[in-house]
Each structure stands twice: as C-alpha cells, then as structure tokens.
C-alpha cells in the first residue's frame, strides 16, 4: 500500500507533464512492466501471446504481421510495428525489418495489445495515462481486431450467439443484484476472482453504463494460464463443474411456482434438477446419460470445425453427436427419433390444455400439467438435454389431465357421485353436480385426513360436471373426497388398489 501511494505521488508529478500528449507504444513488458506487474508479467510470458510472431517467424508473411504483433496502426505514428517493417512482394520472407531493435520491442501480441499505448514519445512510461482516469476493455471488440477472419472467426460467430446481446435489460443491480454475476462479464470476473464480491457493494469502473454481456474476457483468462483455451478457472464451489455450469447452473432456482413461466430451464433439466418441471409425488424422474458427461455444455455445443468455425456461436452441432454415438448420420439432432416423440408428447398436451373449460383452467391438475407444457417447451432441445426426465413429465402431465369436463342439463341439487372405477389405478373419475353458480371445491384426503390433492377450485356454473384424479404417486388404501361450496358439503370414499 505504502509503495502505491509513493508511486501515485511521484507519477502525478511526471503526469502533470504529459496529460495531453500524445501517448506511444513502449513494448517489451519483460522490461516496462514487470518491475510493478510482475505476476501479470509472468503468467503472459508462459501464454501463446508472448510468442504469436517469434514462435511462428519461420512462416508469417507481411499480411499477417498485424495480428501477431503490437501496435499495427498505419494512420499514427505510435511507434506500432507497423512502423518498423514493410513489404517486399516477392522476397522470401516478403517483408523488409527496417529497424530491428525498435520492432523487437513490439513484437509478438504484448500487454499493449488489450491494454493501449503505455508510453512516451522517448518510450519511457507514460503516466499520464497509468494513472489517468483508466477504465480497462472488457469488451469483445479489441480481441475481435485480431480473432476474426481466415484465422476462424471467433468474434463474427460470438457477435451471433445470445451471449453477445448480453441481459436482458430489466436487469439492473438496484433491483436484481443477485442476477449481475451471470449476466455480465465485470462482475462475473469478480466473482470467480474475487472471493469477497459482493454483487450490491461492487463497483464497475466506468460505472454500470460501462458493463458487458458474456465476452471472450468472461470464459477466457486475458493474461493466459495452464487450462485448455486459457478457459478461466472456476471458484472451488464448482470444482467438480466445468466453466459453463457456472452460469448455466441454476442453483437459484429453489422452488416451483405454477403459476408462472419456468425459467433458467436448460440449466435445471441437464442437471435433473427437481425444480426441473412438476415432479408428481411418489414417482421417480431417472436422468439420461447426457447429464453426465463432463464438460457437458462444451461437449455439445462449442466445436471447433474443419470449416473454420469456431464453436463460438455455442450452438449444438452434428459432429459433437457422431463423437459418442458412432452411427449418428443426421441433419439435426432428432437421434433414434426422440425429438419427433418429445414434439407428438408437447402437441398432445396442448391439445388436452387447449381443450380444458375455463373451469378447468384453475386445478391444481391443470396447472401442473401446464407448467410441465411450458417446461418441456422452453428445456430448447425437444428432449435430447436429458430424454427419460422430458418424456416422463410430459407422459405423467397427459396422464393426470383426464379434465374437469362439464356435460349438459342443469340439475335440481347438489350431487357428489361415487368415483368410478372403484377400487381404481391409478385414474379414477369422480361426477358432481351444481344447481347454482357457485364456488366449489373438491380435495382429497388420506385416511388420516391429511390433504393430498385438491382437484377442483372455482367459481362454476350451474351444470353436471367431472374431474378425475390420477393416483400414481400414491400409496395403496383407502382416501376420501369432499365437494365444499357456501351451501352444500359431502364426504365420499374410494380405494386404491396398486
Ligand atoms: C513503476 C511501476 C509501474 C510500471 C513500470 C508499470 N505499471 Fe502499470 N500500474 C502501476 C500501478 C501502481 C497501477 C495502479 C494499480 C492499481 O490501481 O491497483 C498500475 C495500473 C496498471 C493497469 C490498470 C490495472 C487496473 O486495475 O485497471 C494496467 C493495465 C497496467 N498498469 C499495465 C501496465 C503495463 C502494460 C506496463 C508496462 C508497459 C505497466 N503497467 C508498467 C505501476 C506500474
Ligand atoms: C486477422 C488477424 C490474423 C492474421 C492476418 C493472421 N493471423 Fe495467425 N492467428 C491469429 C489468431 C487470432 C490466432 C490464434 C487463434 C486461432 O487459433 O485461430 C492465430 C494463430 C496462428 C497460428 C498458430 C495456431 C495455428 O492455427 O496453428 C499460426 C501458425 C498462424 N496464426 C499463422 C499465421 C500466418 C502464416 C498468417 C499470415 C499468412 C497469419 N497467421 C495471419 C490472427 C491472425
Ligand atoms: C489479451 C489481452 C491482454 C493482454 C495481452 C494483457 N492484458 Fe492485462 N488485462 C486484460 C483484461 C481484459 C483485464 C481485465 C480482466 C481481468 O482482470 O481478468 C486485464 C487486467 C490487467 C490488470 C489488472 C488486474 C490484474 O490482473 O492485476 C493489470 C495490472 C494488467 N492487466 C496488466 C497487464 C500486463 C502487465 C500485461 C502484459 C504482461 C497484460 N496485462 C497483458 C487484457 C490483457
Ligand atoms: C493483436 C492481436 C490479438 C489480440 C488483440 C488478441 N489476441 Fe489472442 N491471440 C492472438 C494470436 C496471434 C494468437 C496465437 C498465438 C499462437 O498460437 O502463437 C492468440 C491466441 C489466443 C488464445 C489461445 C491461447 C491458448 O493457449 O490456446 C486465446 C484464448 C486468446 N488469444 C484470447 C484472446 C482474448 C480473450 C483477447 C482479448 C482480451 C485476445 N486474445 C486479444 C492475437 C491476438
Ligand atoms: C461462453 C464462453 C466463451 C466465450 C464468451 C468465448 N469463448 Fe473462446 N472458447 C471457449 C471454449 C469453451 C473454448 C474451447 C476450449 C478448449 O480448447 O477446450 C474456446 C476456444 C477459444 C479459442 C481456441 C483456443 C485453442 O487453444 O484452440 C480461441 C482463440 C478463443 N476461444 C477466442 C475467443 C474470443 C476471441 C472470444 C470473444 C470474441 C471468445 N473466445 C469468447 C469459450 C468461450
Ligand atoms: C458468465 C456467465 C456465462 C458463462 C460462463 C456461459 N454462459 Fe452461456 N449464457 C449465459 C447467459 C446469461 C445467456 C443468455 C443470454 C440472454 O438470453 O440474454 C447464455 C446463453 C447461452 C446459450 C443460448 C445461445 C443462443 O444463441 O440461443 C447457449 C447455447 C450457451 N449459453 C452455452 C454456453 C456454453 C457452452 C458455455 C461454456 C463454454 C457458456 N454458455 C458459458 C451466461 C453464461
Ligand atoms: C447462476 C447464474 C444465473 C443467475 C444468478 C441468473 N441467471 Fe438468468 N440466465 C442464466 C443463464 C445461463 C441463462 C441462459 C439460459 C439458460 O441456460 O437457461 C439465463 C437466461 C435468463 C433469461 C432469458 C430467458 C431464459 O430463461 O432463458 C432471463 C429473462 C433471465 N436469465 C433473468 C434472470 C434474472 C431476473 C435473474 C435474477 C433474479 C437471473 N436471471 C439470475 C444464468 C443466471
Ligand atoms: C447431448 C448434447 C447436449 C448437451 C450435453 C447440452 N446440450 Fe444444449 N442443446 C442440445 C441440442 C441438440 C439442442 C437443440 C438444438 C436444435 O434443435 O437446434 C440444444 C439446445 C440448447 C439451447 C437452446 C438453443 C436455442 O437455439 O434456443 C440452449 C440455451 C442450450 N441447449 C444450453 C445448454 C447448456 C447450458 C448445456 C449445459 C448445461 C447444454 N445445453 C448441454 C444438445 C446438448
Ligand atoms: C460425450 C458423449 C456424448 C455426446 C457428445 C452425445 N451423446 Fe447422446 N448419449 C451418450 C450416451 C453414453 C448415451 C446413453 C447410452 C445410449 O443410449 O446410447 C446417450 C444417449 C442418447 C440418447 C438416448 C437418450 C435416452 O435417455 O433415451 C439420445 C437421443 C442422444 N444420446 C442424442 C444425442 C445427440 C442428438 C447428441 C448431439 C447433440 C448427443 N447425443 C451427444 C453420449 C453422448
């Protein structure tokens, strides 16, 4: 700390000298930078950067100088590279070192690549702009200068998937602050950084307006580092999970509101989660293989192709299927024709959905089977995220939807039939009938008088009416049902018999 402060002190002072000047490239970071940055220092120089012109020099060309080295900008004179070489068409190499001390300072992809010019016109440190007010490039673009084109263009395929686009734009940290370390890169960075981020307190240099979607610095360790890509490490927390469950994991999703549209499903269905649809009582939800395998997202959905793409648009593709599954020989994804099946299972409950009276359209029946609906819809891969668990929603929500149906006639009174069939499994099918628009109820209770399901809640019309009841989580033995309106209560029994 103390070093800082007499650092900034002697700075400001040089500062005061240079604040409008133009500002030059300086180069070499083994002697500009690591007397303060010596870790950054370190870790870059073990990086592919450090050594994307010396390592490849036998073979780079003129044309490719720009992306291997630091500083390429043929409008300034800022002592770039391009300043110190030049073209010779034909000549073997065909460019022509026109000063070579000057671009052994520059070459290869240096700090000053990401971070701008760092010098004096005598390169000397500038620290007009060190300590300047500063706001470091967590963009894409920069890294998109170089990481684009014939060299796979990773940027042009990154500018095309959602992560790109960023948040949704309600989410803002006065109100959702729990929601900032997944949708944008700054904060996410500090928080698998930083182990005291704390998303309500956490300042964003250049403030919130400065904020970016998922870019290359999120996934990607900008200094380098031993992993595959220089893919960032995850906090201990997720040892056990690769970089894309970081985000893609939905840990917050702690509960199941029928009410409402399911979200963050992908991440709940590939883990199996049990807030993953409306997992009827007593039945058991088995995960498919796919969840896991480890990597899983990147294991589908990032692949590098013999085409020059990149895998960055994080789209699932053909060639990720034919890895495991040999006879894999599609145009899409529909293997052993499961999406077709999980499609026929969706239309099939929406149809019953669609046909449901209003009356319906409020059971506990309907809304379970709804969400299950709109959890299959929105899991985005008709099923091959994790096959058994989709089809086993889908087939239990269609099972228990056999609907409050209403049938013609109004009768005199209030009548609670005998369900029938009885004894029954699992469905059983209970008439009643309502002289008087009124509100109704029907529940189920063990033996015990415990409450276990309550199959009709509403305002209805004078009219005979069913609904039914599927028992398949429950256990073997006798259970009753209650009609409840202002006027009128009844009691029946019915049995199960497994
Ligand atoms: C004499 C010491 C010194 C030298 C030499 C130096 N820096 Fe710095 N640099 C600092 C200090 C001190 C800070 C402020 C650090 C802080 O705010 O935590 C800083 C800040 C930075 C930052 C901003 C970090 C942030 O948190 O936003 C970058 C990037 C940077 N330096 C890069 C470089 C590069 C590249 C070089 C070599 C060309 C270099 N520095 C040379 C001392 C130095
Ligand atoms: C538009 C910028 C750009 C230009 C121009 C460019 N490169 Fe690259 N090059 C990159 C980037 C970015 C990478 C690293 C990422 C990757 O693997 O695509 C790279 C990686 C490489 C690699 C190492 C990885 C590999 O694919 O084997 C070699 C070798 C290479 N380039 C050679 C060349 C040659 C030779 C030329 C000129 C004919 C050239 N580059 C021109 C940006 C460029
Ligand atoms: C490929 C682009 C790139 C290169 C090359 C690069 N940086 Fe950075 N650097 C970044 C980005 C982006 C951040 C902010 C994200 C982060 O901290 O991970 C950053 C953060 C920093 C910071 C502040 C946070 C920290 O890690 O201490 C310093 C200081 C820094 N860089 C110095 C350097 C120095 C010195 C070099 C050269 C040895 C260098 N950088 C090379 C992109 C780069
Ligand atoms: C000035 C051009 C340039 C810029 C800017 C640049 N890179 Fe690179 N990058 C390269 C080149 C060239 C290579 C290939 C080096 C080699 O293989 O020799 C490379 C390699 C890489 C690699 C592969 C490293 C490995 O070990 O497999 C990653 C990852 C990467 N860059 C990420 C980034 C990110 C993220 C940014 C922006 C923060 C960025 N780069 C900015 C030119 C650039
Ligand atoms: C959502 C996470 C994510 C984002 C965002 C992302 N990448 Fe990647 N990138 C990956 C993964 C995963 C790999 C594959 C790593 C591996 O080899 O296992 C990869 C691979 C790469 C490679 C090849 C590394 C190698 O050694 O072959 C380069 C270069 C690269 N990315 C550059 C970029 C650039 C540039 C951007 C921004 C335009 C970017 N990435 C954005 C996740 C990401
Ligand atoms: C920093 C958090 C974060 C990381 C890390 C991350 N993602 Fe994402 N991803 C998101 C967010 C947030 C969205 C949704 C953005 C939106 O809808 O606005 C998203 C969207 C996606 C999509 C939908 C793409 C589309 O265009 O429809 C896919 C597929 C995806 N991510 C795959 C991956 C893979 C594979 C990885 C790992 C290589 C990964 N993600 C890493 C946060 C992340
Ligand atoms: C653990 C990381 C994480 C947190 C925390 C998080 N999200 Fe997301 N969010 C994601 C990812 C990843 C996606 C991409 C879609 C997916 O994989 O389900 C996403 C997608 C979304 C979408 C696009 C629609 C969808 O569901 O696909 C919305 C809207 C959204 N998030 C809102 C929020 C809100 C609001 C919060 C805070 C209450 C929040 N998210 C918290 C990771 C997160
Ligand atoms: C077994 C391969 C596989 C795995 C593993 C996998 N996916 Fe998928 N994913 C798919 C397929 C196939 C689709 C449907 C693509 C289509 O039909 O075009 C898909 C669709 C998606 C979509 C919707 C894309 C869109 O266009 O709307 C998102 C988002 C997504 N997956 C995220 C993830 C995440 C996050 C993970 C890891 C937690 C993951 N996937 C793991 C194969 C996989
Ligand atoms: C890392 C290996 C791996 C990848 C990649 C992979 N699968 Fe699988 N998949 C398996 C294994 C193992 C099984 C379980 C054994 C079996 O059914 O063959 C499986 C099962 C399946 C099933 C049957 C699921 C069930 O529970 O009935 C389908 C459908 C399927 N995969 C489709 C795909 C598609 C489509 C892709 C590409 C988007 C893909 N897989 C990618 C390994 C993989």
Redesign the pocket.
Same mark, same amino acid.
């Given at each position: 700390m103390k070093q800082k402060i007499l650092f900034a002190a002697i700075f400001l002072l040089l500062a005061a000298a240079s604040l409008s000047a133009q500002s030059y490239y300086i180069g070499n970071p083994s002697a500009n930078c690591a007397g303060c940055h010596s870790e950054a220092v370190g870790i870059w120089q073990a990086s592919k950067h450090a050594g994307s012109f010396t390592n490849h020099q036998s073979f780079l060309s003129f044309e490719c100088m720009k992306c291997h080295n630091t500083g390429w900008d043929t409008e300034t004179v800022n002592y770039g590279v391009d300043e110190y070489v030049t073209s010779n068409p034909g000549g073997t190499p065909d460019y022509t070192v026109t000063d070579q001390t000057n671009f052994d300072l520059v070459k290869n992809v240096q700090c000053e690549s990401c971070h701008g010019t760092q010098g004096t016109s005598n390169r000397q440190i500038d620290f007009g702009t060190h300590f300047g007010p500063r706001v470091t490039d967590f963009g894409a673009e920069k890294c998109g200068t170089c990481h684009n084109d014939k060299h796979h263009p990773y940027f042009d395929e990154w500018t095309e998937s959602t992560h790109s686009s960023g948040a949704p734009s309600f989410i803002n940290r006065a109100s959702y602050s729990s929601c900032m370390k997944c949708h944008f890169t700054q904060d996410f960075v500090a928080y698998v950084t930083d182990p005291a981020y704390d998303a309500t307190t956490f300042q964003v240099e250049g403030g919130d307006e400065n904020l970016k979607p998922i870019t290359c610095v999120a996934c990607h360790d900008p200094h380098g580092n031993s992993n595959d890509g220089n893919l960032r490490n995850v906090p201990d927390a997720f040892a056990d999970k690769p970089l /894309?469950?970081v985000c %893609?994991n939905a840990a917050h999703v702690t509960s199941v509101n029928l009410t409402r549209n399911p979200s963050h499903t992908?991440?709940l269905v590939?883990d199996g989660s049990p807030f993953f649809g409306f997992q009827y009582p007593g039945q058991t939800y088995e995960n498919s293989f %796919?969840t896991n395998?480890s990597n899983? /997202?990147e $294991? /589908? %959905?990032v692949h590098k192709g013999a085409d020059d793409a990149t895998g960055h648009k994080f789209?699932?593709s053909e060639e990720k299927c034919q890895q495991c599954h040999a006879d894999f020989n599609l145009t899409g994804?529909d293997y052993r024709g499961v999406q077709t099946e999980i499609m026929g299972l969706i239309d099939q409950l929406q149809a019953k959905l669609d046909a449901a009276t209003s009356a319906d359209s409020l059971t506990d029946t309907f809304l379970q089977a709804r969400y299950n609906l709109r959890s299959a819809q929105a899991e985005? $891969?008709?099923g091959? %995220?994790n096959t058994k668990l989709v089809r086993k929603l889908l087939n239990d929500a269609i099972g228990s939807l056999t609907g409050v149906a209403s049938e013609n006639g109004v009768p005199a009174t209030y009548q609670l039939a005998q369900n029938y069939p009885n004894p029954f499994n699992p469905a059983t099918t209970i008439k009643f009938s309502v002289p008087e628009a009124s509100n109704v109820k029907i529940t189920v209770y063990d033996a015990l008088g415990k409450e276990i399901s309550v199959l009709v809640n509403e305002y209805l019309t004078p009219g005979n009416y069913n609904t039914s009841w599927n028992a398949a989580g429950n256990a073997s033995g006798i259970y009753l049902y209650k009609l409840e309106t202002t006027g009128f209560t009844k009691v029946m029994k019915m049995l199960l018999v497994k």
């Open positions: /894309c469950d %893609h992908k991440a590939i %796919h395998i899983r /997202c $294991s /589908c %959905h789209l699932p994804f985005g $891969s008709y091959i %995220h």
